[in-house]
């Protein structure tokens, strides 16, 4: 019977997050492994044995499938004069094991799925290979002179880069397999080695190849002790069927519960995912907590072509009314206004509402999922005019946007003088007889013969000028998309119209625009007065006070440090203070430049500076190189045009004592 060589045994039942797929966010994919005593898959567990919490709050309406994910292994073959020795049918151990290693990859392995990669001292027999084919053909092509490695560690270090390279699935388990007759190392060697298989998860199992009774000496231990500190076990090969623990492990490996669910997430940062699964014996199991980056922007919303002038004729006659049947002059009371929406962050998302302002009034409001289009009412217009027009929406995630504000004249093009009567004619030649005969009975009769035709007459006027659409030049939009000053401004859920602030409140050397409110109630923008400005959700310690439960207490703290020269440090906030979605340092903080989005917690700022910092800037510390490699972020006015407001603390500092 094969025996591991070592005591340690594989932890009992368990649940782990292997892997957290955000690619399609905001449908998310986690994969989730969860095994017995034996190290084997559990399967056949139902949905209602799932529970999922993101950021600590309960996932609702979450799927759950079993799904093939496969294994990475890398095997290494270190060609000792070990391998060299022949059985009683002169069979040496290479063959007995290069043969055990196909049959294993032929009958277990399932193309393009699994992946595998053969090393030996020679060469890369094969790499990322997802064929079970062409991993024993390479395997039987394979010749050596037995001569092994005098370092073995570089073969060992190459087999960790190829098992850290991408995965070609999310959830796969990754493996390094040494095949060995004993290492000559020293412990710091072994440790560097274990140091990096952990921090790329991969799992290190080693073989011991040579006679019986050598697995005791110095170099055998220290192979097994890099198994021991790599996450693996070590096994002793004396025929194919010893590998077989080995590959009973692998298989396990290959089927992972895949969760899926719709994120709420909308905050930039670092996020966590926490499961645990309910077992029919009733035991409970709780998963790691796995941690994820996520990118999340509001989206970019903007009207596109155009016209700038719109002019609603005349309707046409019966006789042109069929050719133009289908084009716009067929619908006089509406103009169809292209809309696109783009996702700044890549991850494109479903819609919750949209609205279209005509004139700084909600004309068009709908609930909707995805939006290319509005339909612009024009039956009440009937007068000459230029309107304005701005789109807005919220996404399923709660994050709002607008467009810039374009101008459109409506014009109304008035029939010529005799148009209205030439159709007259022949409705009065139509009646004149019948007038003639009405005149002869008297002179009551003619009059209200008389009235009749004038009624009849004046509808034939009016059916002759009814308006018509037609666009008569097409829309140049402007170099600037910034929101118009008097643009009206949405709030979550309800779009309205916001209050103007004073314009007598003091203005500082910067302010805050509050671009996400989160859950709270919506609130202007907020004057940095002072040398320091802090940021939080209690009043009692905070400054400038954001009702929503991301927020602590007293966050963070805007600090002047030099004139014109403002920097953030995080008061020991549990969410972390971010700027441009990178995490600032704890204790020394970080400078801002205008323009910054700061997020704290759900709540996301942007930091302007009406003053430029002195030329010479007394040194401070520098932006992360994490927040460099975001895009940027457009730069904005505040909303509506109003003046920011500040805190009430801050505007009592400037008060005359």
Known sequence: ????????????????????????????????????????????????AFTLAEDNSPVTRLSVSEEAVGVQVVFVLDTAPAFKARDANGVTRLERLKRALAEFVQREMEDGVDDFTVLAPEEALLAHSRQGGEVAAALNRYTTGYAGVADPFPLVSQALDFASDAAPRPGMRRYVVIFSNG????????????????????????????????????????????????????????????LTPLFQAFAAQRTHYRLNYRSSLAVTGQHTLTAQVKLPDGQALASNEAGFPLRVEPPVVSLVNVPADILLKPAPT??????????????????????????????????????????????????????????????????????????????????AAQSGVLTVTVSL???????????????????LPWLGALLTLGLVGGGGAWLWLSRRRRAVQAESVRPTLAVTQPFRPPA??????TAPRISLPRLSLPRRASPAQPRGKAYLEVLVVGSGAAREAVEILGSSLKLGRDASVADVTFPERSVSRLHARIAEVSPGVFQILDEGSTSGTWVNFAQIPGESGQALKDGDVINLGRVQLRFKQREAPPARPVETQAEPAASKAQPPVPETRPENGREPVQPQSAVEEHKPR
Do not use: C
Not at 200 to 212: L, N, R, Y
Not at 225 to 230: Q, S
Not at 327 to 356: C, E
Not at 413 to 431: D, F, H, M, V, Y
């Open 1 to 48: 019977m094969p025996a591991w060589a070592q005591s340690r045994q594989l932890p009992t039942y368990s649940a782990l997050i292997t892997a957290v797929d955000t690619a399609t966010f905001p449908e998310m994919n986690v994969y989730l492994a969860v095994q017995d005593a034996t190290g084997q898959n559990i399967p056949s567990l139902p949905a209602s």
């Open 480 to 485: 600037s998309s910034r929101t118009s000053p």
């Open 413 to 431: 093009e008035i029939p010529a003088a005799g148009t209205a009567a030439a159709s007259l004619p022949q409705s009065r030649g139509t009646w």
């Open 318 to 399: 019966s006789a042109d009314r069929g050719a133009l049947e289908g084009s716009a002059a067929a619908d006089p009371t509406a103009y169809a206004l292209s809309v696109k929406v783009d996702y700044p962050d890549g991850h494109a998302r479903r819609l919750h509402q949209a609205a279209l302002w005509v004139d700084g009034r909600p004309t068009v409001t709908q609930s909707v999922t995805a939006l290319d289009q509005f339909t612009w009412p024009l039956a009440d217009y009937t007068q000459t005019g230029a309107h304005t027009l701005q789109a807005f929406v919220v996404d399923e995630l709660g994050l």
């Open 183 to 242: 290492l000559d190392a020293q412990a710091a060697s072994l440790d560097d080695l274990a140091a990096r298989a952990s921090t790329a998860q991969v799992a290190i199992f080693t073989v011991f190849v040579g006679p019986a009774g050598d697995e005791v000496t110095t170099d055998a231990r220290t192979l097994q002790k890099l198994a021991e500190r790599g996450g693996g076990a070590q096994l002793i090969f004396d025929g194919p069927e010893s």
